[in-house]
């Protein structure tokens, strides 16, 4: 791709704009700010403080369409095998149609019997056992949603083995009055099962290994392997192969999103996805709101040569987001080879970080402003809270919008350097309504296709994950030296064999 004649217009394109500051571009065009916008159903997207115009605009679509980003984008709402690498479909679009394929329905029906059985069963918590993908989603969701939820239910997440987040996840409950949601698809993945079995055992221990297996359900490609362990096959529901871990919130993944805010607004949560995934078919680019993300993205990463961006919600319901897109983003685009198996030939993946305004402003927005490095911004704001404190909410947004003023503009120069603001730092401010379950269906769904569009313009499959597997196959053979059931691997480096050592020699002096 970075050899036709759309990337090679913008390479020099870029070199025009070299110099040339965001207050310039203002006092250009005094209808920048309203111009270079685009919005959908409450979702408004303004790009005007990015380092680019209207004919930057217009080459990324061109580029776009070099790359058949459209046929792609029909493809993959359509379920054709877009993941080369596995040959199958990445088709979560399905999940959020409003006239889903039969075993869809089925699902969903299934899910809101089992939810509102839980939510009148008289169960204290439900806990989501789950890493990744089929942590990630739900947890970001449940915390999102939580005006919505049920205030008389505990829903808590478990993914790390560290043995400290069970205790600080089960404490305070009533093991007897705890549901627990295995999420795995081969019901085999190492962290999931460990929590799995102590879950298991701590709920035996109140009400005997017999009856343990009513307090679990899952969520599983195998679900012989659930029934194996004690699950009721009523409480079992299933996963696809054609739907990723990172994509999978609209799947029965989400379970545990639903038992909390109830089916209704599950429900509304998808169409909102369904609506994003519609606009990403049919709008022009320039009105695409995901589109333009991903592209402007690309614009960022390769034309600019900033390899990172922070993503940085304004809404402390949004705590967990930056995380969530993060996996979304690293995951899909952290590759190397395009998905022909060639090189990629230009920077791919952009580091993904952040955490809720304003706490990050005490933190690390010292770097933002007058750090080395330029860093892309991309603002989440709300226009109405879920709380009744306005004059909260009115703070909190005022330092949105000043930050990222601030980036853009800099300050006048005072003559101390210490005291001085460039500016000339792009931002991107996505702005909602409200934060409701359709517009968080919104939001998830403009940053999968965002993805989607930089995947398509360096042409690398963003659906699959190989790169997580080398480290967990490494470590189930370094698993088995420290319990003593394998011995050491001669083969190994002398510094992972004098680690491993070093800690088995501590382990046994502390249990002595």
Not at 236 to 256: C, H, I, K, N, T
Request: net charge negative.
């Amino acid at each position: 791709m970075h050899d036709t004649g759309e990337w090679q217009a913008l390479s020099a394109h870029r070199e025009a704009l070299d110099g040339v500051h965001l207050r310039d571009l203002f006092d250009r065009d005094p209808q920048r700010g309203e111009r270079l916008v685009a919005e959908t159903d409450g979702l408004l997207v303004d790009y005007s403080k990015n380092r680019l115009t209207d004919e930057t605009v217009a080459m990324l679509a061109a580029l776009a369409d070099r790359t058949g980003l459209r046929h792609r984008i029909e493809a993959m709402l359509d379920g054709e095998p877009v993941n080369t690498t596995e040959n199958r479909p990445a088709w979560h679009a399905a999940l959020r149609r409003p006239d889903p394929p039969p075993e869809i329905r089925q699902q969903l029906d299934h899910m809101a019997g089992f939810a509102a059985d839980v939510r009148g069963g008289g169960w204290q918590a439900v806990v989501n056992i789950g890493i990744g993908g089929s942590d990630l989603g739900p947890a970001m969701a449940t915390s999102a949603l939580a005006a919505y939820a049920d205030a008389d239910l505990d829903v808590r997440f478990l993914s790390n083995v560290d043995g400290a987040h069970f205790g600080a996840t089960t404490r305070g409950l009533d093991p007897a009055r705890t549901l627990f949601i295995v999420v795995s698809k081969t019901f085999t993945t190492t962290e999931t099962l460990a929590n799995a079995i102590t879950a298991r055992a701590w709920v035996a221990d109140a009400v005997g290994l017999e009856k343990a297996g009513g307090n679990f359900a899952a969520v599983t490609a195998s679900p012989d392997k659930a029934r194996e362990f004690g699950i009721d096959a009523n409480a079992v529901f299933a996963m696809w192969d054609w739907v990723g871990g990172r994509y999978s919130l609209a799947s029965a993944v989400g379970l545990s999103l639903m038992i909390a805010v109830g089916p209704d607004d599950f429900a509304d949560m998808l169409a909102g996805m369904h609506y994003i995934d519609e606009h990403y078919r049919t709008a022009p680019w320039e009105e695409n709101l995901p589109a333009l993300l991903g592209l402007i993205s690309i614009w960022n990463r390769n034309f600019w040569d900033w390899p990172t961006y922070g993503l940085l919600p304004y809404a402390q319901e949004l705590a967990l987001f930056p995380a969530y897109i993060q996996q979304l983003d690293m995951e899909s685009s952290g590759k190397s080879v395009r998905a022909d198996g060639t090189p990629a030939g230009v920077g791919t993946g952009p580091v993904v970080w952040g955490q809720p305004g304003t706490n990050g402003q005490h933190a690390f927005h010292q770097l933002l402003h007058q750090g080395t490095d330029i860093v892309p911004v991309e603002f989440v704001g709300f226009c109405r809270p879920n709380h009744p404190h306005i004059e909260h909410h009115d703070l909190l947004m005022a330092n949105l919008f000043a930050q990222a003023e601030a980036l853009a503009f800099g300050a006048p120069d005072t003559g101390d350097p210490h005291r001085s603001f460039p500016g000339n730092r792009p931002s991107t401010v996505v702005l909602a309504d409200q934060l409701t379950p359709r517009s968080l269906g919104q939001l998830v769904a403009l940053y999968e296709h965002k993805v989607f569009t930089q995947a398509t313009v360096w042409g690398i499959n963003p659906f699959d994950q190989w790169g997580v597997e080398l480290g967990k196959t490494l470590a189930s053979g370094i698993a088995a030296e420290l319990t003593g059931a394998a011995t050491p691997d001669p083969t190994r480096d002398s510094s992972t064999q004098s680690l491993i050592n070093r800690y088995v020699a501590c382990r046994r002096g502390v249990t002595r």
